[in-house]
């Protein structure tokens, strides 16, 4: 018979945003049982961005438990005795497949039922496959894609079979960066492949990506710009041989890695919660239109309140932050107590070879170039301000340290005046240093 499980709370999710709430559930109080989190995953809730860096090194290579949440964020590591001890239920290897929110029911592909009366809902996003526009041969052995520790599993296996191979990575943003230096430092011969004129046009001006694009080029990657993956020959085994793209050439391939891009998982609620900008519209609680059901993380469309409009942002630091949002929010309306709204400041990382950048604020307006962006420097450190309606509104710095990284936060969320941008330039990191 199909088991039903009553709870106080439930998070929907086990990932990073899931480990973040669990956290802050313990640090406000949560009694024996009252908790549960249902996960899809195997584990328990770990810190996601270590799949493409550390999990991939050819050497000492990161391996749970050793990257359970919250040790991202250099806090206390979770494993799967902490939320036993704290009486917090872990439902694993469990995919809800139906929510009814009008019932507070959720039900799992094998049948059984999870009653909540507060949900969180925290599944993060899928990723968006080639075979989802009928690209053809997509389907070819080691055509691969990353989201998950399986999915992860599956690209250290191939990149084992096919030692020393060759590598095609299909996407210019996070996924392509990050995956192109990791098979790059497993010695593949690797060929990054993307439609745009630069690499992550989401954030990098022109001036940023002629770095990163020199650097890689300069670590012997291959850069195809301004056309697509348009098919995919395969041997008798299935297994990919070759990506063809839209300008005719035809590439060599014995992995193919795709990165184009996510899709926040919400459809389990159409028709059921207000959506916004592809995810689930929250306020400043992360509550959603139906009372008692909260969304974080990269479903949830929240008020930017430093900008003043509703966003949804797809990185770790928010999926942390607005977890313990949420939580905050869900004891002090128990409490009676009152929260300060939702205040972020957007900040998002990267880091592969030997090279690390960080972005704070927002990537509008004009962009003014800092510092040397010669490719080829030992030690780069430059940067970009974004400068809109006479004020610094973002700040991204190759190379900082620790305090530099401080600063430009600090400029960003102080969004200090400029009376002359090619003064801003020529300054460079010293304006931020006085914020
Ligand atoms: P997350 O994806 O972490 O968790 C969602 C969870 O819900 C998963 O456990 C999933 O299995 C589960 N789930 C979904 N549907 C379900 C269902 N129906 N039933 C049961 N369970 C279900 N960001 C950054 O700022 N810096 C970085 O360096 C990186 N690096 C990075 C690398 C890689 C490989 C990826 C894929 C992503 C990043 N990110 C990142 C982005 C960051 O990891 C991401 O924004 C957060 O993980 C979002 O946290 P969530 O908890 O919202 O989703
Ligand atoms: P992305 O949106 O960063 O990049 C998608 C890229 O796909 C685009 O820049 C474009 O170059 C490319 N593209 C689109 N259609 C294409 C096509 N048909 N053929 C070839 N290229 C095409 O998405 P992603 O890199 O796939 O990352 C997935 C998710 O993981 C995102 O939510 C991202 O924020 C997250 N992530 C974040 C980090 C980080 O913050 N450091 C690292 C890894 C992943």
């Not at 050439?249 to 919660?273: C, T, Y």
């Amino acid at each position: 018979m199909a088991t039903e499980k009553r709870f106080k709370y439930v998070i929907l999710g086990g990932g990073v945003a899931a480990g973040y709430a669990a956290r802050e559930f313990a640090k406000q109080g949560v009694k024996p049982g009252e908790l549960a989190i249902i996960s899809k995953e195997q584990v328990a809730p770990y810190e996601r961005p270590a799949l493409s860096k550390g999990y991939l090194f050819p050497h000492n290579a990161a391996r749970l438990p050793g990257f359970h949440t919250c040790v991202g964020s250099a806090g206390e590591r979770l494993l799967p005795e902490w939320y036993s001890d704290k009486g917090i239920e872990l439902i694993l290897s469990t995919e809800i497949v139906k929510a009814d929110l009008a019932s507070k029911t959720l039900t799992s592909s094998d049948g059984a039922t999870f009653t909540y009366e507060t949900l969180l809902i925290a599944t993060g996003s899928s990723v968006i496959k080639l075979t989802d526009f009928g690209v053809q041969g997509a389907e070819a052995n080691n055509i691969l894609y990353l989201r998950d520790i399986v999915d992860a599993d599956k690209l250290v296996a191939a990149m084992q079979a096919k030692k020393d191979g060759k590598a095609v990575v299909v996407g210019g943003g996070y996924i392509g960066l990050e995956l192109s230096a990791a098979l790059k430092t497993n010695n593949f011969d690797v060929t990054m492949v993307y439609p745009e004129p630069w690499c992550m046009p989401r954030l990098f001006t022109a001036g940023l990506a002629n770095f990163y694009e020199g650097y890689y080029a300069n670590k012997g990657i291959n850069i195809v710009k301004g056309t697509v993956a348009v098919g995919f020959d395969a041997d008798t085994n299935g297994d990919v041989t070759a990506v063809k793209l839209r300008n005719e050439s035809v590439l060599e391939a014995d992995i193919v890695i795709v990165g184009v891009g996510g899709r926040p998982l919400i459809n389990l609620f159409k028709g059921q919660v207000a959506e916004e900008k592809g995810g689930l519209k929250t306020d400043a609680f992360f509550e959603t239109s139906v009372p008692g059901v909260y969304a974080i993380g990269d479903v949830a469309a929240f008020p930017l309140k430093l900008y003043n409009e509703t966003r949804r942002v797809e990185h770790v630091d928010h999926a942390r932050k607005s977890a313990e949002q949420a939580v905050k929010a869900i004891k002090a309306k128990e409490s009676g107590e009152s929260l300060a709204e939702y205040d972020y400041l957007p900040y998002f990382y990267s880091r592969s070879f030997d090279i690390a950048w960080q972005f704070y604020g927002d990537n509008v307006g004009d962009d003014v170039l800092f510092g040397d962006n010669d490719p080829t420097v030992a030690k780069p450190k430059f940067g970009t301000y974004w400068v809109k309606d006479g004020k610094v509104v973002g700040v991204f710095l190759e190379g900082g340290s620790a305090e530099e990284n401080q600063a430009i936060a600090k400029v960003a969320r102080a969004q200090p005046p400029v009376a002359d941008v090619d003064a801003l330039k020529k300054e460079g990191l010293d304006f931020a240093a006085k914020v």
